[in-house]
């Protein structure tokens, strides 16, 4: 099992998944971190959360983004949620939860805070239809994240849609 790390968010990559975790340059968007996880191999050049990438998964692929926003998400209501999902259920997945809907595909998103840091975690499943079989996957992702307080000193996050 590989283990990634950068900007106080570590993953232990379970079996099958790879992934990176970067900050953009600031002209492009974003310049808070980004880690990106996938059963299959992600392009170089995708959208915060998944643009670009989730038109190639296959069925029984995975594709992952936890975002960080800014410190002005703090205490907001969509960050009120203290700390992430101890796991999902399939009935959190749902078609209508994709940024960009493509037939056969669920997806689910979940805004919290943890260490201090306001996130939200986007995971895309290649097939609704086998969303039990491949949400134990996305739970073990998300059991493998360790999350620490760190204070980024960078402008406000947006994130990069395309």
């Keep these: 099992m590989?283990?990634?790390?950068?900007?106080?968010?570590?993953?232990?990559?379970?079996a099958g998944f790879e992934g990176r975790i970067?900050?953009?340059?600031?002209?492009?968007?974003?310049t808070y971190p980004v880690a990106q996880f996938g059963t299959?191999?992600?392009?170089?050049d995708i959208g915060d959360f998944g643009s670009g990438a989730v038109n190639l998964m296959g069925p029984?692929?995975?594709?992952?983004?936890?975002?960080?926003?800014?410190?002005?998400?703090?205490?907001?209501?969509?960050?009120?949620?203290?700390?992430?999902?101890?796991?999902?259920a399939p009935d959190d997945f749902s078609p209508i939860v994709l940024r960009r809907g493509l037939v056969g595909q669920s997806g689910t998103q979940w805004f919290f805070?943890?260490?201090?840091?306001?996130?939200?975690?986007?995971?895309?499943?290649?097939?609704?239809?086998?969303?039990?079989?491949?949400?134990?996957?996305?739970n073990t992702l998300l059991t493998s994240l360790a999350l620490s307080p760190v204070a980024p000193d960078v402008p406000a996050a947006r994130p990069r849609w395309n």
């Design 60 to 88: 029984e692929d995975v594709f992952a983004t936890l975002f960080e926003y800014g410190p002005e998400s703090l205490g907001t209501a969509l960050f009120a949620r203290p700390g992430r999902p101890a796991s999902f």
């Design 113 to 138: 805070t943890e260490a201090g840091r306001p996130f939200s975690f986007y995971a895309v499943l290649g097939s609704h239809v086998l969303r039990g079989q491949l949400v134990p996957r996305v």
């Design 2 to 14: 590989a283990t990634i790390g950068a900007h106080g968010i570590v993953a232990r990559l379970p």
């Design 40 to 44: 299959f191999p992600l392009p170089d």
């Design 22 to 30: 970067f900050v953009r340059p600031s002209a492009l968007g974003s």
